[in-house]
């Protein structure tokens, strides 16, 4: 049997820290989305303000990634490595950002968004939008008591009825000093089933929604992780703590994030972009 953390008051703390940061630094990203940037740029950016604040750039190196940031533009379901790939009018880009802090035996923060770069299609609002409900939907199943199959059942059960499907080749996942720990958190699943959650867990919830099929391809640079159709694919990712009352979500944002959460039809939730969602539905 798997054996899986239940961290300490410190190690929450320590976890906190990681996790803020990673959040200020999607926020510090959406900033600077535009047409005509590259995905080079973006990790640019992502590692910068990393190091800034003494903190490491978890994916740079990790089992040979060369990049300190994943950025999956379009059909990229995740995984894409930044380069020379230049964001156009319409495009959708995840953005995926994990920070190790303190830079010496630290936490792991894990989080990500989907930015719209300038105005985007019907479809790519639709794809988008579903991902980004479906990572609220996930997240109000965890609670002490409440079993991992309750998170995937809300997610594919919203993503199906939208037309859309849930990708299974690549799940959420325990975190802490290491970047992957058990549990494994699929987004598709049974109600009641699975692991029972424990107050003092920590993992991600990061559904990645497709378009069309919900099968994937992955390129020859081992890495980059396509939709077999080549339809598109959105994802939205968040790092929670299993709590007595529910759940904390550790890479809670404190503003709302430029190019994605700030349009009119970005469908935000109290629970994953509270301050989009206060800022929609004051007092």
């Given at each position: 049997?798997?054996?899986?953390?239940?961290?300490?008051?410190?190690?929450?703390?320590?976890?906190?820290?990681?996790?803020?940061?990673?959040?200020?630094?999607?926020?510090?990203?959406?900033?600077?989305?535009?047409?005509?940037?590259?995905?080079?740029?973006?990790?640019?950016?992502?590692?910068?303000?990393?190091?800034?604040?003494?903190?490491?750039?978890?994916?740079?190196?990790?089992?040979?990634?060369?990049?300190?940031?994943?950025?999956?533009?379009?059909?990229?379901?995740?995984h894409?490595?930044?380069?020379?790939?230049?964001?156009?009018?319409?495009?959708?880009?995840?953005?995926?950002?994990?920070?190790?802090?303190?830079?010496?035996?630290?936490?792991?923060?894990?989080?990500?968004?989907?930015?719209?770069?300038?105005?985007?299609?019907?479809?790519?609002?639709?794809?988008?939008e579903?991902?980004?409900?479906?990572?609220?939907?996930?997240?109000?199943?965890?609670?002490?008591?409440?079993?991992?199959?309750?998170?995937?059942?809300?997610?594919?059960?919203?993503?199906?009825?939208?037309?859309c499907?849930?990708?299974?080749?690549?799940?959420?996942?325990?975190?802490?000093?290491?970047?992957?720990?058990?549990?494994?958190?699929?987004?598709?699943?049974?109600?009641?089933?699975?692991?029972?959650?424990?107050?003092?867990?920590?993992?991600?919830?990061?559904?990645?929604?497709?378009?069309?099929?919900?099968?994937?391809?992955?390129?020859?640079?081992?890495?980059?992780?396509?939709?077999?159709?080549?339809?598109?694919s959105?994802?939205?990712?968040?790092?929670?703590?299993?709590?007595?009352?529910?759940?904390?979500?550790?890479?809670?944002?404190?503003?709302?994030?430029?190019?994605?959460?700030?349009?009119?039809?970005?469908?935000?939730g109290?629970?994953?972009?509270p301050?989009?969602?206060?800022?929609?539905?004051?007092?």
């Open positions: 049997m798997e054996h899986i953390e239940i961290m300490t008051p410190s190690m929450i703390e320590g976890m906190r820290a990681s996790c803020e940061l990673a959040a200020d630094c999607l926020v510090h990203v959406g900033q600077h989305i535009r047409a005509g940037m590259t995905t080079e740029e973006i990790n640019t950016l992502v590692h910068a303000y990393t190091i800034e604040h003494h903190a490491i750039p978890a994916p740079l190196d990790y089992k040979g990634f060369p990049k300190s940031v994943c950025t999956s533009p379009n059909e990229v379901v995740c894409g490595i930044p380069g020379k790939y230049v964001l156009k009018n319409g495009d959708i880009v995840n953005v995926d950002v994990t920070m190790i802090l303190p830079a010496k035996n630290g936490f792991f923060g894990d989080t990500s968004i989907t930015f719209y770069v300038g105005e985007p299609s019907p479809e790519a609002k639709h794809v988008t579903v991902a980004r409900r479906s990572l609220e939907l996930g997240i109000e199943q965890v609670r002490h008591g409440g079993r991992i199959g309750d998170i995937g059942a809300a997610i594919s059960e919203y993503a199906h009825k939208m037309g499907s849930v990708v299974r080749e690549y799940v959420g996942h325990g975190i802490g000093r290491k970047f992957h720990m058990p549990p494994q958190v699929p987004h598709f699943g049974k109600r009641d089933t699975g692991t029972r959650l424990k107050a003092g867990m920590v993992f991600t919830i990061e559904p990645m929604i497709n378009l069309g099929h919900y099968e994937t391809e992955l390129m020859a640079d081992k890495w980059t992780v396509l939709t077999r159709d080549r339809s598109l959105a994802q939205f990712e968040h790092t929670i703590l299993v709590t007595r009352d529910g759940c904390d979500i550790l890479t809670t944002r404190k503003e709302v994030v430029a190019n994605s959460e700030d349009r009119d039809y970005a469908d935000v109290p629970r994953s972009c301050a989009a969602y206060s800022a929609r539905h004051p007092g």
